[in-house]
Nanobody
Framework: QVQLVESGGGSVQAGGSLRLSCAASGYRFSSTSKVCMGWFRQAPGKERERVAF???????SYVDSVKGRFTISKDNAKNTLYLQMNSLKPEDTAMYYCAATDRYFQSCVRFDYWGQGTQVTVSS
């Protein structure tokens, strides 16, 4: 069973940066791991949105609103997923969730494992 624990959220002013981390247990990352990892967010009153994912082949994808500002990466040695967020905007305010799937490791169309979330608040 994969367990995911997020950290790194907080409050920041517009234009600032944060780096989110997601520590995974129950699954060992490696260069050949068949797992897709992703970051999602949900703001109050809004639907959950997929922010970015990194597939097992290293392919990354971002929602248009964060392209050029956010970077997803993973450290196999530390079994940790990251989301570097720069040039933050008030509209980035949301609860951010880490997710993983080993069933859809290439397409990343659905995620089976979820963390509890970390809050990001960006003030203007």
């Amino acid at each position: 069973q994969v367990q995911l624990v997020e950290s790194g959220g907080g409050s920041v002013q517009a234009g600032g940066s944060l780096r989110l981390s997601c520590a995974a247990s129950g699954y060992r990352f490696s260069s050949t791991s068949k797992v897709c990892m992703g970051w999602f967010r949900q703001a109050p009153g809004k639907e959950r949105e997929r922010v970015a994912f990194i597939a097992s082949d290293g392919r990354t994808s971002y929602v248009d609103s964060v392209k050029g500002r956010f970077t997803i990466s993973k450290d196999n040695a530390k079994n940790t997923l990251y989301l570097q967020m720069n040039s933050l905007k008030p509209e980035d305010t949301a609860m951010y969730y880490c997710a993983a799937t080993d069933r859809y490791f290439q397409s990343c169309v659905r995620f089976d494992y979820w963390g509890q979330g970390t809050q990001v608040t960006v003030s203007s």
